[in-house]
């Protein structure tokens, strides 16, 4: 009965707008909240996004100041450290007053994009603890009550855009601070509080879209506490006001929920908005059971968490180990995201900036290997990945073949040429097999700190 009940309501609310839901292939989606993209999008803004491949992310706030430390205990991660330490407020806010990124200058950290090879760059506008890098005139707990009091957000569009890196905002649904945000929902006062902390956040997202019109997308995060992906309406209806606001604009999954609370995907395994940004810290398993949609990966340098910490914990990723899962995104058509942690000053670490050169020396010579490639229906080969655009195949060797030979599934008369990316100087000798197909030798190439691409061009 509830669901009749809902099936109706959803019916009389959307026909009369007829806005959103302009097919019975919506209006199912509506009924159940489910996802709305039956097809992936094949508009400019979403085929540059594919294009892209590499982007890159940025998790600066109020968590900075305190570099993943509290009263001498590390955090797991530094940006949910007012949870883990369960600080009040009043203790936390303090933090209003340390906040003052001052080396910060958006034209340096978009050189550093420019020289590492991402096409896209996400920051944290408004990560969990509420706070917001823009002086933001629905709430006081913003930048411009801090002693940096500028805004951080509008910079970053010049300095990014006239390289060609396009902007996204991270905005988390979940807020420890706003007054009206509930986890649960415990009384109708708690559901009248989140009524109105929807609200809030739709007056923010057009305040953004508003001030920031260059804006490419929103990566939305935290909607997985009870109360809202409980309620699926709220994430539907934040949805359909963007799309209305800004009709080419970008979202990933993360903002919805269908009517069971389930979230990324719905019950038929589509995912909501218009990529998939599940994938943090790792990728699709099987790596290639999202081919046909839109998926991207996101990965931190270090173990302990995304925003600037005193002491990295754990694993501190390579430059080889980063551009092997770029390549290895890119071979089954997703992106990967890198997340760099900022200083309090606002700056970027010195290994951060010493990975960026590293990949950017790589990204200079292989990059034909990555924008606009992705994968092709071949089982992955033991030396490394393959991708491919159109009329090139891409071979990226991590692991030179202990064979000088290598014998490969095209064959020999349909390949136009064969080239090693990152040296115009070394010839590669083919020849053909009795079954006509390629055969490169490899005895002139020496192994890349990184990856040797060699390309064939059919
Ligand atoms: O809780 C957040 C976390 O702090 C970080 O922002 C990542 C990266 O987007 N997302 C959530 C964890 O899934």
């Known amino acids: 009965m509830k669901y009749l009940l809902h099936l109706i309501c959803t019916l009389l609310f959307i026909f009369p707008f007829g806005v959103y839901a302009q097919n019975i292939a919506e209006v199912e989606a509506a009924v159940g909240y489910n996802a709305t993209n039956i097809e992936p999008r094949n508009d400019p803004a979403m085929n540059k996004w594919r294009y892209n491949r590499f982007g890159q992310f940025f998790h600066i706030g109020l968590y900075t100041t305190f570099g993943a430390e509290y009263d001498g205990q590390q955090a797991k991660a530094g940006e949910w450290l007012k949870s883990e330490f369960k600080l009040s407020d009043e203790v936390y806010n303090k933090a209003l007053n340390e906040f003052n990124p001052f080396k910060f200058n958006a034209s340096d950290w978009a050189k550093i994009d420019k020289t590492m090879g991402t ?29 940096y009091k500028k805004d951080m957000l509008g910079p970053l569009f010049e300095a990014y855009n006239s390289y060609g890196i396009d902007v996204f905002f991270y905005y988390s649904i979940l807020d420890w601070n706003h007054p009206d945000y509930r986890a649960i929902i415990s009384s109708p006062e708690d559901k009248v509080a989140m009524e109105r902390y929807i609200g809030f956040v739709i007056k923010q997202l057009d305040e953004l879209l508003t001030l920031y019109p260059q804006l490419t997308g929103l990566w939305f995060d935290g909607q997985w506490d009870t109360a809202y992906k409980s309620n699926p309406e709220w994430g539907w209806k934040i949805e359909e006001f963007l799309r209305k606001k800004k009709p080419n604009i970008i979202i990933n999954n993360r903002l919805r929920s269908d009517v069971n609370g389930k979230l990324d995907r719905d019950k038929s395994d589509k995912h909501y908005g218009d990529f998939d940004a599940s994938f943090e810290q790792k990728m699709p398993d099987p790596l290639t059971k999202y081919l046909n949609t ?26 080889k180990s980063i551009v092997e899962n770029l390549v290895k ?4 058509n997703g992106n990967f995201v890198l997340n760099f942690a900022p200083t309090p000053e606002g700056s970027i670490s010195e290994y951060e900036t010493k990975i960026s050169k590293e990949i950017g020396s790589w990204m200079s010579k292989n990059n034909k290997a990555i924008y ?15 991708t491919q655009s159109k009329e090139k195949v891409y071979m990226i060797m991590f692991q030179k073949p202990s064979s000088k030979l290598i014998q490969l599934p095209f064959q020999s008369e349909k390949i136009k040429s064969v080239k090693l990316l990152n040296n115009d100087n070394i010839k590669l000798s083919r020849s053909k097999s009795k079954d006509g197909t390629l055969i490169i030798d490899l005895t002139e190439l020496n192994q890349d700190n990184i990856a040797n691409v060699i390309e064939l061009q059919f």
């Open 119 to 147: 096409k896209y760059m996400i920051i944290t506008a408004k990560h969990h603890e509420g706070f917001c890098l823009w002086p933001s005139k629905f709430t006081d707990f913003t930048i411009k009550n801090t002693p």
């Open 329 to 332: 995104a890119t071979s089954a």
């Open 294 to 319: 839109d998926w991207e990966t996101s990965s931190t340098l270090m173990n302990n968490g995304w925003s600037y910490s005193k002491k990295w914990q754990g694993e501190i990723k390579t430059s």
């Open 372 to 386: 606009g490639c992705g994968a092709i229906n071949l089982p992955k080969p033991s030396w490394g990945y393959y």
